[in-house]
């Protein structure tokens, strides 16, 4: 579950908001069916400037990354160990 730190502004904003409106009917004697203060509450998002918008299409994943080099294999082995503070293993690399 999302932590309420990482929300952006607004959304916090609507998520206290509803949750205080959830509370307000939870304590009526009468409360308002499910379905119409969920739809109450959508109009009320969309009359402060909510709008739902479509999801953007996922990139494609492509298995092909074409041949790599032995020397591109090289530098990133040599890479990965300049970052990992490990010593250069020359030897393994000429053979």
């Known amino acids: 579950m999302t932590t309420h730190e990482s929300l ?3 959304t916090r904003t609507a998520v206290a908001a ?7 009917r939870d304590q009526q004697d009468d409360p308002t069916d499910a379905d119409i203060f969920a739809l109450e509450y959508l109009h009320a ?4 400037g ?9 990139q ?3 298995t092909d990354q074409g041949p790599r080099s032995e020397d591109t294999a090289r530098r990133g082995a040599h890479l990965a ?4 503070g490990l010593p250069a293993n020359d030897h ?3 053979e």
């Open 8 to 10: 952006d502004r607004q």
């Open 18 to 24: 509803l949750a205080h409106r959830i509370r307000e």
């Open 45 to 48: 998002l969309r009359g402060q």
């Open 50 to 58: 909510w709008r739902p918008t479509n999801a953007r299409r996922p």
């Open 60 to 62: 494609p994943w492509s």
């Open 81 to 84: 160990r300049d970052l990992l």
């Open 92 to 94: 393994q690399e000429q």
